[in-house]
């Protein structure tokens, strides 16, 4: 028997758990030895265990020898670091000839090495998570299919969510963090959110982000809202859709999230460009009081109830009550911390999964299209619910597509060579199959269609 | 008699021409020669008549060897350039021994600079405009006073605003642009605005800004509204005003004028950050639109009263309406613009100064203190009409204090070496006397002593 295949995984954090429990349940079979390689060891070894195919390994990425054996020692490389580490990783893996699989956007220097990973025969698989990745490959499996029959694409709508699943499903927001809770804090700022309706573009700055959700509706899980994403363009080059009227990509929160939410963009308390005085023995209390007109004796609460003018009986109140917002006994143990910094630490202390807490992954798509004269409307979605607090949906989401690209490159299953994103069917076509078998499954329906302009009159 | 002592005026700008009025009018009495250089002949050309002590000089800063020689036959110099441009100009003064005036805030390359100023005996005077300047200067006279008499200070707050005379106005938001639009524009934006009201800190965010604006009494002239600068502490150090216990710095406008521009920012139509698409050929109409949810028949115009809830007999209305913001025959030739590019070219349709138009400066501090176990407040303004366009308040109250501490620096009645601000006595005292002279007077009264908080209850 030959020796093993080393596959070489690069960062041991929370989203790495399902990855590697399929490449180990495959090593067997595939006679893989997966080396798990992080700064910090003991994330290594807790990912490897006891199991005989797992080798943990220290690897700082920026010493270069050990990063260099490691690359060398390889079949095939995995980097779940952050994005901006991964080019190291991936220079090493052009000079010596080893395939690459991330999670990550592509960037502008990873797209640079695309002429040498080309001539030297090698995939740099990126984007292959949850989102962007299963968004990529379940999407582009509908448009190709779409248009292989011969009728024109008019609509895409993208959504997708990381939420609590509805069995732990306990707090008025319907959320909970899945994922890092600076992102949820921050999302949205920056140049207003763009995309296009029935052939028009639109534009929605920050401040009215969380005013503008959009409702959409999942068989066997309701009614969920969706705020639009910055960058729904996005991908408009790589899918071909330059022709589509409506193209739109969003981001999915429980019924009433966006409204409540707004309450935080409204007072300041998401901005992160700014730190504010004296914070370190700040109040909840204080905290809120600090975005309201000075008053000598009025109550923190009329002056929050009259600036944003919420009713007596508005049930948005229930959800700032529910976080403690505001106490004047709790205080942050934040030195000169960021409204954003602050307004995270208040809702973590409610927003943090619990131990037997399950997250859910929502995924929905809608194409709208033109066949024969008559327009069709398919809706697409998934919704997948973790299992624990290891294997949660979402290291399954953006995990077991990394692993399954990774076995399928090893195995010269997949290619086509150059730095790319799954949007072809030698990529997303067995990636989908072998996900479906996991329980990722797309549940497919034809709908009315809907578009935004039904009457085809100018708006 | 000796040879004429050159004056030398870099930048022959609309702000210059009330500065250049006032040395030409003392160049006799002086013995001044006043060098007037500019990038742009024609301006400097323009600004010099046939004044026989006027000379115009072409001058492109970047152009060391003229430059340098420039300097070097002057006898003092100030610089009206924008202020990224003032350092060349200022390295060159230190070597060859020639104080500086100029109105701009000191950079922190031009404060690096104080040692080798103090070295050399030279005065480089900056802030010496309006605003800032007569602010400084104005401010300091009487806090200085309040101090000299033992009183304590609790309270100073400052607003500056540049409007259109009484005379002149003539549209429904009691506006003009008096200066450079962008900066009206784009007023506000960035970090929230902080400031200090007994005792507390507290911060607007941009996207509140405009509904928190206070109001204003000025005799004579009747109420204004101010909205928070972003910067109210700036000048806490250089005032020494550490243990006051509100702080505030504003912008004046005409009453209701806030409240309306904020239906720009929340439309996002005030963002400078990203370029919209297709704006060459956009109606104003179409802009508007593109802010709005898609429908393929409901007006624009009832879009947005319900997107931003305008009753239907609201005033703000009329305003929209008579900047012809719904007008789809009028559009912008403007290739790739940025939102606030193209609302800018929508305002500057209605709100530019006509040949006949007069402009106004407003400026009003207050002043809190205690003292002998009383409670007092003063309050001090000034409201300055400009004669026709060329001899604007603007320029006269940012030209005038730049003029008088130019030639009494030259005369070396202000002394005091290094890189500085208007705040001590020496500088203060002799030109807001002189600027009284020419008619920017400060009217000073006694008012019941307000604070924020009448009964010293915690809020």
Redesign the interface.
């Known amino acids: 028997m030959s020796s093993k295949r080393n596959i070489l995984i690069i960062g041991a954090g929370r989203s790495a758990s399902c990855l590697i429990k399929y490449l180990l349940d495959k090593s067997e079979v595939e006679n893989l030895q997966i080396v798990i390689a992080d700064k910090v060891i003991a994330s290594a070894e807790n990912m490897a265990g006891s199991h005989p195919n797992a080798t943990a390994l220290c690897l700082d990425i920026f010493n270069a020898e050990k990063r260099i054996k490691a690359i060398q020692n390889a079949a095939i490389v995995i980097s779940m670091l952050p994005a901006r580490f991964h080019l190291e990783v991936a220079k090493d893996c052009v000079t010596y000839g080893k395939s690459l699989v991330t999670a990550s956007y592509v960037s502008n220097e990873m797209m640079e090495l695309d002429a040498a990973v080309k001539e030297k025969g090698l995939v740099f698989m990126n984007e292959i998570g949850l989102d962007p990745g299963i968004d990529h490959m379940s999407a582009m499996q509908i448009i190709d299919r779409i248009r292989d029959n011969g009728a024109k694409l008019l609509l895409f709508e993208s959504f997708t969510g990381g939420l609590v699943a509805p069995e732990s499903d306990d707090n008025l927001w319907n959320y909970k963090f899945t994922w890092n809770p600076r992102n949820v804090v921050v999302a949205g700022q ?3 959110a ?1 995309f296009i ?2 052939g ?9 982000l969380f005013r ?1 959700s959009e409702i959409l509706y999942i068989d066997g899980y309701g009614k969920f809202e969706a705020i639009a994403n910055r960058d729904s363009l996005k991908y408009r080059d790589a899918y071909k859709l330059h022709d589509v009227l409506t193209l739109y990509r969003g981001t999915i929160r429980k019924v009433g999230f966006s409204k409540a939410w707004n309450i935080f ?4 308390m998401t ?1 992160d ?2 730190k ?3 914070t370190e023995n700040m109040s909840y209390r204080e905290f809120v ?10 109550s923190v609460e009329l002056k929050l109830r009259s ?1 944003l003018k919420i009713d007596q009986d508005d049930y948005l109140w229930e959800k700032l009550e529910e976080l403690d917002l505001f106490n004047d006994q709790k205080s942050f143990e934040i030195k000169n911390g960021t ?1 954003a910094q602050l307004i995270q630490k208040i809702l973590m202390d409610k927003w943090t999964l619990q131990e037997e807490d399950k997250d859910m992954i929502v995924m929905l798509h809608k194409f709208g299209y033109e066949y024969k004269g008559e327009k069709k409307q398919i809706e697409s979605s998934t919704v997948v619910i973790g299992e624990d607090q290891t294997y949660t949906a979402m290291a399954k989401t953006v995990g077991l597509p990394v692993a399954i690209a990774t076995l399928k490159i090893l195995n010269r299953e997949i290619t086509n060579p150059g730095v790319q994103i799954p949007i072809t069917k030698e990529v997303y076509e067995p990636i989908l199959k072998e996900l479906a078998e996991t329980g990722i499954v797309f549940t497919e329906k034809e709908v009315p269609y809907l578009g ?8």
Chains 1, 2 share one sequence.
């Open positions: 920056g140049s207003a763009k309706q029935e028009k573009f639109k534009y929605i700055p920050y401040q009215k503008r963009v409204q007072l300041g901005d460009t700014y504010m005085e004296n009081n600090s975005f309201l007109p000075y008053h000598p004796y009025d600036y409204p935004y302009n039904p009457d085809q009159i100018n708006g």
